[in-house]
């Protein structure tokens, strides 16, 4: 059963997506997404904002076939088989380009879809039957500007746009244990950021490195910079958070949805 919308907007979604081998999995967190999906009315088309396109500039994928991109090495040839033959448009990606202001868009024709994208949506929408238009992450730009772009494409959601963003709250590699339990830095740091969410506590988040454990559950931001377009495209409305464990000690597969 569809759930009521807030004001009549789509949801926005931020999905802690892991390994690339959910895409293959039947798991908790591959369940919940599909569960997810069946929750929201279907989407006019999927805008993504990945951990895995960083760009020199803010960009848009113009493709009307983006290909699947298998960015990742060493592992089983099934998910390097696997394919996501969602459409794009040129069209979408315009009305993308338009709706943003505070930097300029570039259209671009050399990405297509990566793992950020195509693993979790090949759970939620195995059908590939929804357009996907990917932006990049510019991560040079101010982490204010990247909220403030969210903020931006909030309109886009009055028009039956689902906006994902996919990345990870806590990303580790470095640090990650196939076994043994989460680390308590990394069970903090996760907490913090999701109270800092129900608060709407904007500064908290852009001053994530002002935590103790800020350096540690985020060497690197470019998968916690999804998670500032998804708060910019909130409209503050209260969030809601599946999927709350860390995954081999140092990975936080937190998903966090406005609008249901």
Same mark, same amino acid.
């Given at each position: 059963?569809?759930?009521?919308?807030?004001?009549?907007?789509?949801?926005?979604?931020?999905?802690?997506?892991?390994? $690339?081998?959910?895409?293959?999995?039947?798991?908790?967190?591959?369940?919940?997404?599909?569960?997810?999906?069946?929750?929201?009315?279907?989407?006019?088309?999927?805008?993504?904002?990945?951990? %895995?396109?960083?760009?020199?500039?803010?960009?848009?994928?113009?493709?009307?076939?983006?290909?699947?991109?298998?960015?990742?090495?060493?592992?089983?040839?099934?998910?390097?088989?696997?394919?996501?033959?969602?459409?794009?448009?040129?069209?979408?990606?315009?009305?993308?380009?338009?709706?943003?202001?505070?930097?300029?868009?570039?259209?671009?024709?050399?990405?297509?879809?990566?793992?950020?994208?195509?693993?979790?949506?090949?759970?939620?929408?195995?059908?590939?039957?929804?357009?996907?238009?990917?932006?990049?992450?510019?991560?040079?730009?101010?982490?204010?500007? %990247?909220?403030?772009?969210?903020?931006?494409?909030?309109?886009?959601?009055?028009?039956?746009?689902?906006?994902?963003?996919?990345?990870?709250?806590?990303?580790?590699?470095?640090?990650?244990?196939?076994?043994?339990?989460?680390?308590?830095?990394?069970?903090?740091?996760?907490?913090?950021?999701?109270?800092?969410?129900?608060?709407?506590?904007?500064?908290?988040?852009?001053?994530?490195?002002?935590?103790?454990?800020?350096?540690?559950?985020?060497?690197?931001?470019? %998968?916690?910079?999804?998670?500032?377009?998804?708060?910019?495209?909130?409209?503050?409305? %209260? $969030?809601?958070?599946?999927?709350?464990?860390?995954?081999?000690?140092?990975?936080?597969?937190?998903?966090?949805?406005?609008?249901?």
């Amino acid at each position: 059963m569809v759930k009521n919308i807030v004001k009549d907007l789509m949801p926005v979604i931020f999905i802690g997506h892991g390994s $690339p081998m959910n895409a293959i999995e039947d798991n908790e967190f591959t369940r919940s997404w599909k569960e997810l999906a069946k929750n929201i009315p279907k989407p006019k088309f999927i805008l993504c904002i990945s951990a %895995h396109w960083l760009a020199e500039n803010t960009a848009v994928v113009s493709k009307t076939n983006p290909e699947t991109i298998h960015d990742f090495y060493g592992f089983p040839k099934e998910l390097y088989d696997a394919q996501y033959p969602a459409k794009g448009s040129l069209e979408y990606a315009n009305m993308i380009k338009d709706a943003i202001k505070s930097v300029d868009v570039k259209l671009d024709d050399s990405w297509g879809l990566d793992h950020g994208a195509w693993s979790v949506l090949i759970k939620m929408y195995p059908k590939a039957d929804i357009p996907v238009i990917q932006l990049s992450i510019n991560p040079k730009l101010p982490l204010d500007i %990247h909220v403030k772009i969210g903020k931006e494409l909030v309109k886009l959601r009055s028009q039956g746009v689902l906006i994902l963003g996919s990345g990870n709250i806590v990303h580790n590699l470095g640090m990650m244990r196939l076994d043994g339990p989460p680390f308590s830095w990394a069970i903090e740091f996760d907490a913090y950021v999701r109270k800092s969410l129900e608060d709407c506590n904007i500064e908290n988040l852009l001053n994530y490195t002002k935590h103790r454990y800020g350096r540690y559950a985020v060497p690197t931001n470019d %998968h916690y910079i999804p998670l500032l377009y998804v708060v910019g495209a909130s409209d503050l409305e %209260h $969030p809601k958070f599946l999927c709350t464990e860390i995954f081999y000690s140092s990975l936080s597969m937190t998903c966090v949805v406005y609008g249901l």
